[in-house]
């Protein structure tokens, strides 16, 4: 398994540049990390559970901490940070960034996003959005 050997976080661009030992060099965006974030929190506990995250377009990277010689575990603006990146993992999103980011945009339109504006930050899954409860009587 190729090891990393260069970080680099492009906070204005917002994507993070990573290098492996066998000369691959990815450019991930922030936003398809945080997506992608192999945490319990998105991932769920099992195929079928994932949370599709959503309104990360604009979401930074506020901390990285290196995790033995294997992983990275980054802080994102929006507060996240139980996703533990093995360098496999971010190889895999590297690798076939391409793939995984149709696959994203693919869930946001089955979720009813299908122009795009499930990644601008904000936003709230269909169905998700408080109700309003008024006074008065209602009819049903």
């Known amino acids: 398994m190729p090891t990393c050997t260069g970080l680099t976080l492009h906070n204005k661009s917002r994507y ?3 290098s492996f030992d066998d000369g691959a060099s990815f ?3 922030y936003e398809l990390l945080r997506v ?6 998105v991932m769920g506990h099992g195929p079928g559970q994932e949370t599709l995250q959503v309104g990360k377009r604009e979401v930074g990277l506020t901390d990285l901490v290196q995790v033995g010689h294997y992983a990275v ?4 603006s929006d507060g996240h940070s139980s996703g533990l990146y093995t360098w496999e993992y971010l190889y895999d999103l ?3 960034l391409e793939h995984h980011w149709a696959d994203y945009l693919a869930r946001l339109a089955f979720a ?4 795009g504006s499930g990644r601008e930050p904000g936003t ?3 169905g998700a959005a408080p109700k ?3 006074c008065g009587h209602h009819h049903h």
């Open 112 to 115: 009813g996003f299908a122009d």
């Open 132 to 134: 309003a409860h008024g």
């Open 27 to 29: 450019n991930i965006p």
């Open 124 to 126: 709230v899954l269909p």
């Open 94 to 96: 590297g690798a076939r």
């Open 36 to 41: 992608y974030s192999p945490s319990a929190e």
């Open 16 to 18: 993070l540049e990573i």
């Open 73 to 76: 575990k980054p802080t994102f």
